[in-house]
């Protein structure tokens, strides 16, 4: 009696394995880039978190809080209360989300771009395409990004833990508390910053063809430095709003919504409210894309040395 047919799993052909190792690649490279970038210029990411949250009060008003009169006040103010480890708190989260972020990131806008303009080419390469491929990542991304956020603000803006945050927003929480505005802020800074680069090296090369391997470590930095700290200060009324949904404490709802947050901010503290913390979110950003840059390279010629 003959034996069933077995039918075969369908296999990778040589090409196909080649492409998915080099997303899981480019994934983990991604990944351990924003992690050494973020690590580097945290300190101003917790100067920049408590400066948003803090509101304006009228001088007869009872403040409830420190009072910070910019960046060096609130940094001597966390320094005298909290110590070094204060400019650190939250680190963790951030450090985990940003590096599944830029992980997601680098390998959804490498995908979009593939899917747009077809196999990699230096003849079909354009800035609108890295524009719109920047958006769509940056929506997608978020998933990953809001809960870690979430966190990340909490600790650096009250003294619970990590477990205490969790305990507090629950799981749905998580997900849905500032989402809307972080929706808002990653989307446009990812669409605004591969754009950006993609104009960088136009300005100094003369096409945005010139892939990052080409570039040298001082054009990786400056590009990378350059267009982070621009799609920070656009972005930052965006991330004030998402700071204020995501700060406030369990029992409180005065920033539910997006439209409605921003309505409050305006009528209750003014237009330039917006902009708080916008200095310490460009000095935290432009290095940190800088290294991000610099460490993904360093990184990518040491695997690509070692095949």
Not at 69 to 74: A, D
Request: charge should be positive.
């Amino acid at each position: 009696m003959s034996r069933p047919a077995v039918s075969e799993k369908p296999q990778l052909d040589s090409g196909e394995l080649k492409s998915v190792t080099a997303a899981v690649v480019r994934f983990g490279l991604g990944v351990t880039a924003a992690v050494a970038g973020v690590t580097a210029v945290y300190p101003f990411d917790t100067i920049k978190t408590k400066l948003q949250n803090e509101r304006k009060v009228k001088a007869d008003a009872a403040a409830s809080g420190p009072r910070y009169n910019g960046l060096v006040s609130c940094g001597k103010y966390v320094m005298q209360h909290e110590g070094v480890r204060g400019f650190y708190r939250g680190l963790g989260a951030q450090a985990s989300g940003k590096g599944l972020e830029k992980g997601f990131q680098l390998f959804f806008v490498d995908m979009l771009r593939q899917a747009i303009t077809g196999p990699p080419s230096k003849s079909n390469y354009s800035i609108g395409t890295e524009l719109f491929a920047g958006a769509v990542a940056g929506a997608i991304q978020v998933v990953t990004t809001n809960p870690f956020e979430l966190v990340k603000v909490r600790i650096q803006t009250s003294q619970k833990s990590t477990l205490e945050v969790l305990r507090d927003v629950g799981f749905k929480g998580l997900f849905s508390k500032g989402l809307s505005a972080c929706l808002v802020r990653d989307v446009a800074f990812a669409s605004l910053y591969f754009g950006i680069y993609a104009q960088y090296k136009v300005s100094v090369f003369g096409t945005p063809r010139v892939s990052n391997a080409e570039m040298s470590l001082p054009h990786l930095f400056v590009g990378g430095s350059l267009a982070g700290c621009i799609s920070a200060w656009v972005t930052t009324p965006a991330d004030v709003i998402k700071t204020r949904m995501q700060a406030e404490q369990k029992g409180i709802s005065e920033y539910k919504t997006l439209v409605g947050s921003a309505a409050r901010i305006l009528r209750e503290e003014g237009f330039t409210t917006f902009f708080r913390g916008a200095v310490p979110r460009m000095l935290r950003s432009a290095p940190q894309y800088g290294v991000m840059l610099l460490t993904y390279d360093w990184l990518q010629g040491i695997v690509q040395g070692k095949q």
